[in-house]
């Protein structure tokens, strides 16, 4: 399947590349990079690479810390951290004059 491919999402399509960024960002945390590591090493160290092989257990472990390991405590400590950096870049945007204006006081 191509990268440009859409795949469908509850809340609607979602491009093929970005899925792919995502779970890519999320092997490369440090919460997992070790275990990763070596399992790409276990899986480069053996002639007959299926990538079966290799994906089952990299999926297994975003599953398991979204679903088993994050707890309700977990998630609301992300959604106060999301609202308190909404509400700075809110407040930053409104401390700056519109571009027009910025622009009328520099003549």
Known sequence: MSDDAMRPTDRGPIAAALVRDFIAKALAHEAVADEVAELLYTYLAH??????????????????????????????????????????????ASAEPPADQNDSLHE
């Open 47 to 92: 002639d007959d690479r299926d990538s079966e092989v290799l994906a089952r257990p990299l999926r297994g472990m975003i599953v398991e810390i979204i679903d088993h390991a994050a707890t309700d405590e977990d998630w609301h400590a992300v959604c106060a951290q999301l609202v308190a950096n909404a509400c700075d870049a809110l407040e930053l």
